[in-house]
Each structure stands twice: as structure tokens, then as C-alpha cells.
């Protein structure tokens, strides 16, 4: 077999494969050519999910003649002047986009500058057909059709319209949430898809209300900025708040230097921001912009240009973790808007059932499960009990020793969280503010505030241990009792002291004190060796304290099915407006859902 030269066609299609995978590559190649060529407005037409026609036209420098002939050429581009790769500024930079294209569709270039005439070429996959003058505004448009038409093996490869319209839409949102000083249009075989008149500016106020248009004003209600800059980096957009979440991961934007990009490391970095905050199945929903010097990130790792690579990784790890948990940390005391409007959903109106009889019309303990408190039956209020659980309601970071409750007088609804009124089925407290409804999971907010109570204490010197008058011993799997042995030096930095007792068991001495004398200490060392195998040997617990932490806290929190007094719980209550990230669980789910009397009004057709 003798070596050839292969035919110049052929060498674009085989780069057409590494540039043009889908409608949606030729897309982002088109849009971010007239970024680079300073457009300001960008319009995108389609039919058939892109495979029948894609038209971009822009209102951007436009090119001249001899620059249009060029264009179609590999390698030829505008973008490298001097020829440095360690600085490159532009979305686009390889010269390979516009005759791969070409080489795979019937392509159409046509352009004119400020200055000058409009010209036109077409070629068809890959063989110029004919060129001459075209009657334009100035600017660029770009039409193709038939994309992969003389390429059966690829165009099969192709998914359904709607799935093709789909990835389409992303990359374009993408890149208009980048430029919000563009206005960009995209239409479907008639349907608009995407109408982002420009806001004017890249300023941060402009960039909000991009992502607002594209991104909904659920999220811009539901999301906190970010804003942090350090060492040259900087590092800005929207981060949902943790009870603004889905179930899956396509929902995080990510730019460096106004290129969206899909990078691992940055992906790793949100996750763990938010690892103490969600499930593990749940992923949160934001848009970051990290600012960094050109030389500082290499961008011509891959084809499509979706991948970067960083001089100091760990630098920007650290930045993208502190900004997300200061702008979490700042607006972390309330849940989702989402979450009172899908409890308002799902209340309804029911048919007219009998009359109870007399003894179920009492107050406290009803079929219903509602047990008010005696203050209800009384009109008093009874006498302050003990902490919720030994040590487990002491205040949050900074508060002190101990919690001032308010004095019976005092008009509660007056604070964020407002008066606890009663207990549902001994694990909801209901609560009123002058114009607000709140329902609390007990369970759930009380295990927000015992970790963020652990991890302050840990970050100040330690956790007190509370040692137990009779060891504890935890039967468990010779695998599970060596794991934890292996780990007993950081457990006891937790405020767990442990050591092997035989084979297949664990001796606990002391726990936290924190946690209270109603723990279940066998379940939360079962619960502990599961993770700490779960994490593998490359991670240690010290590296992972917000999980090993979150489970002690499970533990040692207030249990559904249990009662509380009238103290107790305006003691949660205010103990949650102080501590951050009280709107939702360790888990990521809300803690509380408010309802506006107003809405409420609406559910008994007052409104």
C-alpha cells in the first residue's frame, strides 16, 4: 500500500467530522463568527431542526472580496494577526469552520462591508459552483442546506428533529447569555424560539436581565449573585439557591472570558460548593462567568473549542467553591418561590363530607393529627421547657451560649418566620406572620442548624466530645469495622471517639455533645461506615467533612413524631433566622414553605 495525498475535498470532510458533528456545531460556529466580527444584532433561521437549512445573518464588519474567497479556504482567518497562540482573545481562531461546512452541505457565503460591495460565493459540498455581486445591507449571512446530503453515513447519525432543535437552542442560549449587549433571534420554520432584544451593556446589571429573559424569572427570583474577585480572577453571574434544583446537570451555565465551555473542573468545583446543600441525585441550576487573563487559559485543547485548560487549576477551583458559598452563605435563609407555589398547587377544594361529632371537633389530639399546643386551649402560654435536645439547640454561629426566647408578651408575628400556632401530626409546626402562612419541617430544619452549628464549631477549635458512662458497641462487617478503625484519628477531630473491639464491631467512648442524649449512636457509626467507604481511599474525611458532618447532624436532630412545646418551637424558629442555609436541609430539601394570606384568600375563592 503506497502513501497519497489525500484530495483536498476529502480532507475537509474528514475536518468537517472533528468541527461539524451536528446542525448544532454548525450553529455555534456561524454565531460566534459574527461575534467575533462585532455584530450586534444576530439572526438565526432553521428548518427541520437545522438539517434542511441553517441561515445565520449578522450586522457585523462584513468582508470584502478578495477576504470572502479566503474565508472558504482552510486555515484562512482574521483572528491570529500575530500568530500568538498563548493569547487568544476571539471565540473563533482555527480558519477551519467555514470550509468545513462547506464540504458537507450547499453552502452560501455572502457579505459586505462598510465600505464596499456585496459579494456572494456558493460551493456545493466541497465543489465551488459560481460567485458574484449579492445586494446586502452590511453584514454577513450564511445559508446551508442539505447539510450532510452527499454524506449518508453521517446524516443517519443524525437524531430527531426535535432532539436536533433541542441542541440547537442550547448552544444558542449559551452564547446569547454570554453577550447580553447582542439581540439575538432564533426561529424555527416560522415559530420564534428565542427573541433576547440586547440589554445594551456586559455590565452585571445587563447580564441579570439576559439571564432572566432566557433562563426565566423563576430563577432570577430564586438565585443569588455571585461576585467575587481574587489574584487577577474574577469570578461573577447567578447561582440558584439550593431548594431551586433539578434532577439533572444540564442546567448549569458555565463561561470563561464569554465562551461557554463544558469543563470538568469547573463542574467539580460547583459540586462542591453545594456538597452540604443537595442530594446527591439533585444538581443545582446557575450561570458563572469567570474573567481570567488570556495567557492564563489555554482554549485549543479540542475542536469544537468546549474545553479549557487552566495554568492553576487550583486556583480557579478555589475561586469558583468561595465565590458560590459567600453569595450562598448571604442569601441562604429562605426557600424557593418555587416551593410555596407547588404546595398551592396541590391543595384543592373537596365535596362536603358529614359533621364530626363533638368529641373530634376538640382540640388536641383529632384523627386529623393536629395537636395544639395547650396555649390554644388556655389562651396562655405554658411553661418554657429544656432545649429541644441536650445541647442541640444552642444558637448558631456567633450567637453565644445561649438563646434568648421571646417573653410571652411580645408580639412574634413580627419576625420572618413569625408565631408558632400548633404541630402537624407531631412534625410540621405551623406558624403565622401579619400576612404569611408557614409550615416547618421540624425534622428538617433542625438538622440544618445542628450542622451548621458542628462546622462552626469545628472551624473554631474543635467539637466537644460528651463521654459516654457505658461504651457503646457497634456490631458491623469485618470490612465496615476496619474502615472505620482506619479513620478513627479524623472521627475523633468530629467529636467521635471510637476503637476496634474485635473482628467485626466498633467500641464508641464519647460522641459529640452537640448531638444530644437521644442519639442513635449504633445507626449514625452504620451510616458513618457507609460513607467512609463510599468516598474510596483517594479522598480522606477531612477532605469530605460537610458529608461526615451532615449525617452526624441526620442523626442527632429533632425527629419527625415528636412534640414540642409552644417554646420549642418559636425557639427553632428563631434559631433559623440566624443561621445560614436555613430555608433548606442538609439534603437540599426546603425546610419551610410560606403561603401568602392573599393566596390563600384565593384557595376559599375570596379573591
Given at each position: 500500500m503506497t502513501i497519497r495525498r489525500l484530495p483536498e475535498t476529502l480532507v475537509d470532510r474528514i475536518a468537517a467530522g472533528e468541527v461539524v458533528e451536528r446542525p448544532a456545531s454548525a450553529v455555534k460556529e456561524l454565531v460566534e463568527n459574527a461575534l467575533d466580527a462585532g455584530a450586534k444584532r444576530i439572526e438565526i433561521l432553521l428548518e427541520d431542526g437545522g438539517a434542511s437549512l441553517i441561515e445565520v445573518s449578522d450586522d457585523g464588519c462584513g468582508m470584502g472580496t478578495g477576504e470572502l474567497r479566503l474565508a472558504v479556504q482552510r486555515h484562512c482567518t482574521s483572528k491570529l494577526g500575530d500568530g500568538d497562540l498563548e493569547r487568544i482573545a476571539t471565540l473563533g481562531f482555527r480558519g477551519e469552520a467555514l470550509p468545513s461546512i462547506a464540504s458537507v452541505s450547499r453552502f452560501t457565503l455572502a457579505s459586505r462591508p462598510a465600505e464596499g460591495e456585496g459579494w456572494q460565493v456558493e460551493i456545493d459540498h466541497g465543489t465551488p459552483v459560481s460567485e458574484g455581486p449579492a445586494a446586502?445591507?452590511?453584514?454577513?449571512?450564511?445559508?446551508?442546506?442539505?447539510?450532510?446530503?452527499?454524506?449518508?453515513?453521517?446524516?443517519?447519525?443524525?437524531?430527531?428533529?426535535?432532539?436536533?432543535?433541542?441542541?440547537?437552542?442550547?448552544?444558542?442560549?449559551?452564547?446569547?447569555?454570554?453577550?447580553?449587549?447582542?439581540?439575538?433571534?432564533?426561529?424555527?420554520?416560522?415559530?420564534?424560539?428565542?427573541?433576547?432584544?440586547?440589554?445594551?451593556?456586559?455590565?452585571?446589571?445587563?447580564?441579570?436581565?439576559?439571564?432572566?429573559?432566557?433562563?426565566?424569572?423563576?430563577?432570577?427570583?430564586?438565585?443569588?449573585?455571585?461576585?467575587?474577585?481574587?489574584?487577577?480572577?474574577?469570578?461573577?453571574?447567578?447561582?440558584?439557591?439550593?431548594?431551586?434544583?433539578?434532577?439533572?446537570?444540564?442546567?448549569?451555565?458555565?463561561?470563561?472570558?464569554?465562551?461557554?465551555?463544558?469543563?470538568?473542573?469547573?463542574?467539580?468545583?460547583?459540586?462542591?460548593?453545594?456538597?452540604?446543600?443537595?442530594?446527591?441525585?439533585?444538581?443545582?441550576?446557575?450561570?458563572?462567568?469567570?474573567?481570567?487573563?488570556?495567557?492564563?487559559?489555554?482554549?485549543?485543547?479540542?475542536?469544537?473549542?468546549?474545553?479549557?485548560?487552566?495554568?492553576?487549576?487550583?486556583?480557579?477551583?478555589?475561586?469558583?467553591?468561595?465565590?458560590?458559598?459567600?453569595?450562598l452563605d448571604a442569601g441562604s435563609h429562605h426557600a424557593a418561590t418555587t416551593v410555596s407555589d407547588a404546595a398551592l398547587s396541590s391543595f384543592r377544594a373537596e365535596e362536603p363530607r358529614a359533621p364530626l361529632a363533638p368529641e373530634q371537633r376538640m382540640f388536641g389530639e383529632t384523627r386529623l393529627g393536629f395537636s395544639a399546643p395547650p396555649s390554644a386551649r388556655t389562651g396562655t402560654l405554658p411553661e418554657q421547657p429544656g432545649p429541644i435536645s441536650s445541647g442541640a439547640m444552642a444558637p448558631g454561629p456567633g450567637s453565644g451560649d445561649s438563646f434568648d426566647v421571646p417573653s410571652a408578651e411580645e408580639d412574634l408575628r413580627r419576625y420572618p418566620l413569625g408565631a408558632a400556632r400548633g404541630q402537624v401530626h407531631e412534625s410540621w409546626i405551623v406558624a403565622e406572620t401579619s400576612d404569611h402562612l408557614i409550615l416547618v419541617d421540624q425534622h428538617a430544619a433542625h438538622e440544618r442548624l445542628t450542622l451548621e452549628k458542628m462546622k462552626a464549631a469545628a472551624s473554631s477549635g474543635g467539637v466537644k466530645v460528651q463521654q459516654l458512662l457505658m461504651p457503646e458497641v457497634v456490631e458491623l462487617s469485618e470490612e465496615e469495622a476496619e474502615a472505620v478503625e482506619g479513620h478513627a484519628e479524623a472521627l475523633a477531630g468530629f467529636g467521635l471517639e471510637v476503637e476496634r473491639f474485635g473482628p467485626a464491631a466498633i467500641l464508641v467512648r464519647g460522641v459529640p455533645s452537640i448531638l444530644g442524649q437521644r442519639l442513635d449512636v449504633k445507626g449514625l457509626v452504620r451510616d458513618l461506615a457507609d460513607d467512609i467507604r463510599s468516598l474510596g481511599a483517594a479522598h480522606s474525611l477531612k477532605e469530605r467533612i460537610d458529608e461526615v458532618f451532615a449525617t452526624m447532624a441526620c442523626h442527632g436532630s429533632v425527629r419527625a413524631g415528636r412534640r414540642l412545646g409552644v417554646a420549642e418551637m418559636n425557639a427553632l424558629l428563631r434559631e433559623m433566622e440566624i443561621t445560614p442555609h436555613s430555608g433548606q436541609c442538609n439534603h437540599g430539601r426546603p425546610t419551610y414553605v410560606k403561603l401568602a394570606r392573599a393566596d390563600i384568600e384565593k384557595l376559599f375563592g375570596r379573591r
Open positions: 446586502r445591507r452590511q453584514g454577513t449571512m450564511v445559508r446551508v442546506a442539505d447539510l450532510f446530503g452527499k454524506v449518508p453515513a453521517r446524516r443517519k447519525f443524525l437524531k430527531s428533529t426535535r432532539s436536533e432543535l433541542g441542541a440547537i437552542s442550547d448552544t444558542v442560549r449559551r452564547l446569547a447569555m454570554a453577550r447580553s449587549d447582542v439581540a439575538f433571534q432564533l426561529v424555527h420554520e416560522g415559530r420564534r424560539l428565542l427573541d433576547a432584544p440586547s440589554a445594551g451593556s456586559l455590565l452585571e446589571t445587563a447580564r441579570v436581565e439576559r439571564l432572566g429573559t432566557i433562563l426565566g424569572h423563576d430563577f432570577a427570583d430564586n438565585a443569588v449573585a455571585v461576585d467575587l474577585e481574587r489574584e487577577g480572577l474574577r469570578i461573577g453571574g447567578l447561582a440558584g439557591i439550593p431548594t431551586f434544583n433539578r434532577g439533572a446537570a444540564d442546567h448549569q451555565y458555565l463561561f470563561v472570558n464569554g465562551r461557554p465551555v463544558k469543563d470538568r473542573l469547573l463542574l467539580g468545583a460547583v459540586r462542591g460548593a453545594y456538597r452540604d446543600l443537595l442530594a446527591r441525585d439533585r444538581h443545582p441550576v446557575l450561570a458563572l462567568f469567570l474573567e481570567v487573563p488570556h495567557e492564563f487559559v489555554d482554549v485549543n485543547v479540542h475542536p469544537a473549542k468546549t474545553e479549557v485548560r487552566f495554568r492553576d487549576p487550583a486556583k480557579v477551583r478555589g475561586l469558583v467553591v468561595s465565590g458560590l458559598r459567600r453569595a
